[in-house]
Nanobody
Framework: VQLQASGGGLVQAGGSLRLSCAAS????????MGWFRQVPGKEREFVAS??????KYADSVEGRFTISRGNAKNLVYLQMNNLKPGDTAAYYC????????????WGQGTQVTVSS
């Protein structure tokens, strides 16, 4: 599965962005989809994941971010509201088969920068 993340940009604190993750030639319905983020010099951290009706969020984004699937079965979104400077990072989408311990497929990062 080839994943392509997009939608990053520069936004002021309190603003919103929607990230998109598109799979080439594949439906994503059979995969657990996740979003992660990474700041230079720090480890990559989990942001959100979804499989079927089950969603999980990092405590730091709970209530502000929403992961969802698009009507097209090869799209996943991350709606980010009330953004904070601490959300500044490169965001990555990833996919894995249900039950897998690790995410096997990764998209390239899309940069999100939140100014104060």
């Amino acid at each position: 599965v080839q994943l392509q993340a997009s939608g990053g940009g520069l936004v002021q604190a309190g603003g919103s962005l929607r990230l998109s993750c598109a799979a080439s030639g594949r439906t994503l319905s059979m995969y657990v989809m996740g979003w992660f983020r990474q700041v230079p010099g720090k480890e990559r951290e989990f942001v959100a994941s979804q499989y079927s009706r089950n969603t999980k969020y990092a405590d730091s984004v709970e209530g502000r971010f929403t992961i969802s699937r698009g009507n097209a079965k090869n799209l996943v979104y991350l709606q980010m509201n009330n953004l904070k400077p601490g959300d500044t990072a490169a965001y990555y989408c990833a996919a894995k088969f249900r039950g897998a311990l690790e995410y096997q497929y990764w998209g390239q990062g899309t940069q999100v920068t939140v100014s104060s």
